[in-house]
């Protein structure tokens, strides 16, 4: 058995470019990967957001009443459901002043059992330490 | 010889990224490596056939033909491509076109992975 873990660094604000939900979505596929490896064999994705990055995570976005697009914040709550480690950068939260009252934290009302992490950057740092690739976004 | 796996996600006209993935991918294979690159969201634009050459504007048809013969292998994001219209019909020969865990995929046995994101 092996594994491969990617973390994805979002580091730019979202609907300037589709940069934020192309890094979801592609963590997101590694539900489906297993099609290309052998049994027993994985690929794990974490997910942070930095800098401008954090921006992506504010809730109640409302990209579908204005745009007619899906919401970044249901792909970070799509992630969630799948399992993800998805961690904000709580340093550059704090920076926009804002804090956890004010970004998707889960993914309650579709069923996921996992929380967004806000952590110091050191806390990303180590996880960016631990993954086999990185992915800047 | 490594594995070596590019992911591109900007576009062929409006920025040199894709060009340098071609040039890197060109290099590595004439070292053996093998490489695989993913194209994603504008990255797409290279999978399209019947690309035109003007000196102002990237042209990567060409080149990729010659390395794709050479044992590139070339995957563009089928979603992506869909999107902006490119479809089965008019993508450039010896492409392939599968879904984000193609990537993935590749990514889990490749010795070096270089991720160009996009604009």
Known sequence: ?137 | MGKLTIGCFASLVGSTNLDFAVKLSAAALEKGHKVDLWVSGNGTMISIEDQRPFKDYSSLQKPLEELMAKGLNVTACEACAEARGYHENNTLEGVKRFSMDWYLGSAFDADRMLHIGGE
Not at chain 1, 82 to 111: Q, R
């Open chain 1, 1 to 137: 058995m092996a594994t491969t873990k990617l973390g994805f660094i979002v580091q730019r604000p979202g609907l300037k470019s589709e940069n934020q939900k192309l890094a979801l979505t592609h963590a997101i596929a590694s539900q489906s990967v297993e099609i290309y490896l052998d049994d027993d064999d994985e690929v794990l994705c974490d997910v942070a957001f930095i800098g401008d990055g954090v921006l992506n995570c504010i809730k109640d976005q409302k990209t579908l009443e204005n745009y007619d697009l899906n919401s970044t914040e249901s792909h970070v709550k799509m992630g969630l459901l799948c399992d993800l480690n998805i961690f904000v950068c709580k340093e550059d939260l704090e920076k926009f002043g804002l804090s956890e009252s004010d970004i998707v934290m889960d993914a309650n009302e579709i069923g996921g059992d996992m929380d967004v992490r806000v952590v110091p950057y050191d806390e990303i740092t180590k996880m960016m330490e631990e993954m086999n690739h990185l992915l800047f976004f």
